[in-house]
């Protein structure tokens, strides 16, 4: 399934490697997120089909990036050529990110406790995506 309209974001399957395919050089192309990558048990689907009030960028999705992605995708982390320390570094790469984040495949297991996403950090990060990942 396409989700329409979306811009997603690009994380790591399997701890802080590169899937197949991913390219972290070249920026994701707009509309291209397949939201049925193949889940874990246990895995909540976490997708808004809408986009009913957007998220701040600034007060709620950059601490939970900074928290729960950035100690792999920085400058010296083990995914440091897809830093997502700045916004743009961020939607550079959101189609990805947004399929792996919905399909409880980011941040991995072996990222450690502090990087663990609840039910309502994934929502919320989805919904910021779906709402069309404003820099507000």
């Not at 808004?48 to 709620?60: D, I, L, M, Q, V």
């Amino acid at each position: 399934m396409l989700l329409p309209g979306a811009v997603g974001l690009v994380l790591l399957a399997v701890g802080c490697t590169d899937p197949s395919g991913n390219d972290p050089n070249v920026p994701d192309r707009l509309g291209a997120v397949s939201v049925d990558a193949a889940a874990p048990p246990g895995c909540t689907p976490a997708l808004p089909a809408t986009c009913p009030n957007t998220p701040s960028y600034a007060e709620n999705i950059a601490p939970l990036v900074k928290r729960t992605c950035v100690p792999c995708h920085a400058p010296g982390g083990k995914a440091s050529d897809r830093d997502f320390t700045t916004y743009h570094g961020l939607v550079r790469l959101e189609t990805t990110a947004l399929t792996q984040v919905n399909g409880c495949l980011m941040p991995p297991a072996d990222a450690g406790p502090d990087a663990a996403m609840s039910l309502g950090d994934r929502t919320e990060l989805l919904q910021w995506f779906v709402c069309g990942s404003p820099d507000n």
